[in-house]
Nanobody, 127 residues
Framework: QVQLTESGGGLMQAGGSVRLSCAIS????????MAWFRQAPGNEREFVAA????????DYGDSVKGRFTISRDNAKNTGYLQMNSLKYEDTAVYYC????????????????????WGQGTQVTVSS
């Protein structure tokens, strides 16, 4: 069984920074893509960022480009989301997700491609 556990959320001030972590435990795969999604009350789940197994391929949602950075440490089975220049609109529950892949360069933007999900961590940005 695969488990994803997010941490690092909380109450932040607009303009500030925070780093979310996603630890993967249990029976993991040889290669997998990781991603972050977020969901605010009343909104659909939104793609935030994704990264390939090798780390060389990344992608971001338009609303976070230039402010957020996704990374990973495969030796620690952990992914990260560095969030800078926070805005009130970034307030949401942030979920990390993982999906097995055949290639180290593959990543996915669609939540339907991800099989494993964390429980989510709340990020609240005060204006």
């Amino acid at each position: 069984q695969v488990q994803l556990t997010e941490s690092g959320g909380g109450l932040m001030q607009a303009g500030g920074s925070v780093r979310l972590s996603c630890a993967i435990s249990g029976r993991t795969f040889s290669t997998y893509s990781m991603a972050w999604f977020r969901q605010a009350p009343g909104n659909e789940r939104e793609f935030v960022a994704a990264i390939s197994w090798g780390g060389g391929n990344t992608d971001y949602g338009d609303s976070v480009k230039g402010r957020f950075t996704i990374s990973r440490d495969n030796a620690k089975n952990t992914g990260y989301l560095q969030m800078n220049s926070l805005k009130y609109e970034d307030t949401a529950v942030y979920y990390c997700a993982a999906a097995p892949t055949y290639r180290s360069t593959t990543y996915f933007r669609s939540y339907s491609d991800y099989v494993y999900w964390g429980q989510g961590t709340q990020v609240t940005v005060s204006s």
